[in-house]
């Protein structure tokens, strides 16, 4: 197995020397680890005793303690070091000029899970914005796309719906690494920004986490394995609608239903290139918070056989559409408010179309219903190009 060395790797490593004189501040939380497992700010700060002057969170805070949807996170201090750290999902999401005046240059390492949804992408693009206009540069350590950076699945993001949940036109599987993605935003969106990467060794576009090497440390409260990254894509659909994503259970996203599903009923409805590469297991269970808690689901829990073959949005859309029509007077879509949109349906928001939810809510053929994101994924494949760091 090849070994795969972090962006924070390197840091440590030798790349901190260029770092000596300048005030940092550091974009991270739980999962920002070297291969020892030391967080981010421990391994800046023995290098470079003094220099770490601010820290700052992403969603669910910078030590990961906060649930999903606009639960926010407050300021705070790191008492070992006797530094703020600032929460960039509060009442702002963005670094305020007061925030980056205390340093010279902002460290970014976040680990990212490949899907367009994921909030820190956004949360990376807001600070690139911020920095550019304090005149502060930035520098990304690269983490591995858990889910790979060769494949890229479903539509690409309508311009009418980009959110906190959808910065840019990316397709909902997107493969690129939080480095690409930042070298993208910056470019597309001609934020100037004084950008610099530090990319990894070792990682390959075809790679999965298993493939790494690397320990997984799980990037948000809802995100405790590989397996929960790998379908991700798919299943965070089920955000946008009355269904439990199983919030509130061991395997959240892995595991997805509600009282009123009929498994059987509903499984009959699906067509079987929907399920390649997966298996779906009628389970049933109780959520001990969020959607339905306390009360019975019945519903499946998926399984990954195939990583190559499993088509993570394709899947959860015949799996909604399936539900949608099996049980047309229970289903309900959730009504915003959604990651600060107040007014635009949540489900539309993560689809990146209003035309897509309209197509599955009337049962339009889903094997047409992919066709019509094909094209566009291999225009995507040959645009990113410019952006790619690894071959």
């Known amino acids: 197995m090849t070994k795969v060395y972090t962006g924070l790797d390197l840091l440590r490593d030798g790349y901190w020397k260029q770092l000596k ?190 493939d790494t090497g690397l320990r997984w440390v799980m990037p948000s409260p809802n995100m405790p394995h590989p397996d929960t990254a790998q379908v991700y894509p798919g299943q965070i659909l089920w955000e946008g609608t009355n269904l439990s994503e199983g919030r509130g259970t061991c395997r959240p996203f892995e595991m997805f239903g509600a009282p009123y599903i009929n498994t059987k009923r509903v499984q009959q409805n699906i067509p079987p290139e929907a399920l390649s590469g997966c298996l779906l297991q009628e389970i049933l269970f109780r959520p001990t918070f969020h959607k339905w808690a306390g009360k019975p689901c019945r519903g499946f829990m998926i399984h990954v056989l195939d990583s190559m073959t499993y088509q993570p949005y394709f899947t959860s859309i015949a799996l909604l559409q399936a539900v949608i029509k099996e049980h047309p007077d229970r289903f309900l879509w959730k009504d915003p408010p959604y990651e600060y949109e107040y007014k635009k349906m949540p489900i539309d928001m993560i689809l990146g179309s209003s035309d897509l939810r309209k197509n599955i809510e009337t049962g339009k053929e889903i094997l047409e219903i992919k066709k019509e994101w094909l094209s566009a994924n291999q225009n995507f494949l040959e645009w990113r190009k410019p952006y790619l760091l690894y071959n």
């Not at 906060?66 to 509060?90: A, C, G, W």
């Not at 889910?147 to 599987?173: D, H, K, Q, T």
Request: net charge negative; hydrophobic share 40%; proline share 6%.
């Open 21 to 210: 004189g300048l005030r940092l501040g550091l974009l991270s939380n739980q999962a920002s680890l070297d291969n020892k497992m030391t967080p981010a700010s421990k391994v800046i700060s023995e290098q470079l005793p003094g220099n770490l002057k601010a820290i700052f969170g992403p969603q669910h805070g910078h030590e990961g303690e906060d649930q999903d949807n606009m639960v926010e996170t407050d300021h705070s201090r790191k008492y070992d070091l006797n530094i703020p750290v600032f929460s960039l999902y509060k009442d702002s999401r963005a670094p305020s000029f007061d925030m980056l005046d205390l340093i010279d240059l902002l460290i970014i390492d976040l680990q990212d899970v490949g899907t367009r949804v994921y909030t820190f992408i956004t949360t990376m693009l807001y600070c690139l914005r911020a920095a550019a206009k304090s005149g502060k540069k930035v520098l990304i350590l690269d983490r591995p796309n858990p889910i790979g950076g060769a494949i890229v699945e479903g539509n690409l993001l309508e311009p009418e719906l980009y959110s906190f949940v959808g910065p840019y036109r990316l397709p909902m599987r997107h493969g690129m690494t939080m480095a690409e993605l930042g070298l993208m935003f910056n470019s597309v969106y001609k934020i100037g920004c004084d950008l610099e990467a530090v990319k990894m060794q070792g990682w390959r576009r075809n790679m999965i986490w298993p």
